[in-house]
């Protein structure tokens, strides 16, 4: 299966990160390359893009798309450990970050990959392939820790439910296919509820959450990213997640706050300043016309941050 994925945002992205033709870039989710060839287009022969995905499928497909531009390279890794990964590149900072962060067309496409909901396949979603999967994690977890990821992850209001049905039916044989755990979620579901859409959806994306750890590296990542900008260099990250989107929000806040003196001190004592400004402060969405073209664009949003120099 050819590893297909529109680029979401795409001119947003190329906008919101400002490029310089020398400048040094990181894509810290690849995939397939989408938004990587464009900003490698705008970069110079003194210009640096560096890619990277946890997925080697991705890794493969965009270093192929990719070495056409000799100002670009690909990297197998976590975007979590952009510090480790600039070291052995040489790289000190970054005039610009991008994260696109969740699950990519292909990975959601290819059902082999045990992501959808839609068929049946090995119950895995990982990622990097390697690691605890799906099927681990739904027939080991207690009832307590699924009905916690459902509830937490997902938002999933009949978590308790889905938590025990799963645990019920695991006595009888492992739930190792998407389609059977679809099943169960379905059939947890009060019957009025299961007419308006598909139950499945919020269910898989808890799970898929947990296996791949998502918000325990985002969380480690947004430190490590602003810290690693230059002066001026922005951090743009593209989330589908309102919990993903919270994160990024807050993150991005205490970037910008100053002075955390009581507002009734004569003068700051802290000497905190703001080490970042939004570039915007609402989320940028897709318009009409990519949401027409590109359905899976409707929860995109897109948050970017500049770092600028404490005075």
């Known amino acids: 299966m050819e590893f297909s994925h529109i680029p979401v945002l795409l001119s947003q992205c190329l906008t919101g990160l400002d490029i310089k033709p020398d400048g040094v870039y990181m894509d810290g989710t690849c995939g397939g390359a989408g ?9 110079g022969d003194n210009g640096r893009l560096i890619g990277v995905d946890r997925d080697p499928d991705a890794v493969k497909t965009a270093s192929e798309r990719l070495s056409v531009y000799k100002n670009a390279q690909v990297v197998h890794g976590n975007y979590s450990e952009i510090k480790d990964i600039s070291d052995r590149l040489g790289i000190a900072e970054y005039d610009g970050i991008l994260l696109d962060l969740g699950v990519s067309s292909y990975q959601l496409d290819n ?3 045990g992501f959808s909901y839609h068929g049946d396949a090995p119950l895995d979603m990982r990622m990097s392939q390697e690691g605890v999967s799906a099927a681990d994690i739904v027939n080991s977890y ?15 209001k009949f978590a308790r439910k889905i938590a025990a049905n799963i645990v019920k039916e695991r006595e009888n044989d492992p739930i190792m296919t998407t389609g059977r755990l679809a099943d169960i979620v379905k059939n947890s579901y009060p019957a009025k509820f299961r007419r308006d859409k598909n139950p499945c959806k919020k269910a898989f994306q808890a799970i898929r959450i947990a296996v791949n750890c998502e918000f325990d590296h985002l969380d480690r990542a947004l430190d490590d990213a602003f810290d690693m900008l230059s002066y001026g260099g922005r951090l743009c990250i593209i989330t589908f997640h309102s919990l993903e989107d919270r994160i990024v929000k807050q993150r991005f806040a ?22 970042g400004k939004l570039i915007n402060r609402k989320p940028i969405e897709a318009d009409e016309n990519e949401l027409m073209q590109n359905n899976r664009s409707r929860s995109a949003k897109l948050r970017i941050i500049e770092k600028i120099e404490r005075k």
């Open 35 to 43: 938004h990587s060839r464009k900003i490698a287009e705008l970069l």
């Open 111 to 113: 059902e082999e990959r």
């Open 142 to 156: 207690s009832e307590a820790q699924l009905s916690k990821i459902l509830f937490e992850y997902g938002e999933e």
């Open 254 to 275: 205490s970037f910008c706050t100053g002075c955390t003196c009581p507002p009734d001190f004569p003068q700051c004592i802290c000497g905190n300043k703001p080490r």
